[in-house]
Nanobody
Framework: QVQLVESGGGTVQAGGSLRLSCKAS????????MGWFRQVPGKEREGVAQ????????AYADSVKGRFIASRDLGKRTLYLQMNSLKPEDTAMYYC???????????????????WGRGTEVTVSS
């Protein structure tokens, strides 16, 4: 069973930065595709960033391009999300997701991922 555990959320002022981490564990873990999603109450879960195992391709939502950077440490089995120039509209619960393969057309779609963490909350104050 694969487990994903997020950490690093918190409250920050607009313009500040946070780095989220997602630690993967479990038997047989070898997931090529990992991504970050976010959700606010009453809205659908939104894909934020994705990065494959080799790091040769990645995807970002238009709303975070140039501000957020996804990275992976394969040895630590950890996915990171560096969030800079944070805005109040970035406030959400952030979830880590993983899947054995990256599915073109679903890189930032929750249907493309099998495993999910429980989330870490990010609040950006104005």
């Amino acid at each position: 069973q694969v487990q994903l555990v997020e950490s690093g959320g918190g409250t920050v002022q607009a313009g500040g930065s946070l780095r989220l981490s997602c630690k993967a564990s479990g038997v047989g873990y070898d997931h090529n595709c990992m991504g970050w999603f976010r959700q606010v109450p009453g809205k659908e879960r939104e894909g934020v960033a994705q990065r494959n195992k080799g790091g040769d391709y990645e995807a970002y939502a238009d709303s975070v391009k140039g501000r957020f950077i996804a990275s992976r440490d394969l040895g630590k089995r950890t996915l990171y999300l560096q969030m800079n120039s944070l805005k109040p509209e970035d406030t959400a619960m952030y979830y880590c997701a993983a899947d054995r393969s990256c599915k073109w057309g679903l890189l930032l779609d929750q249907r493309g991922y099998e495993y999910w963490g429980r989330g870490t909350e990010v609040t950006v104050s104005s």
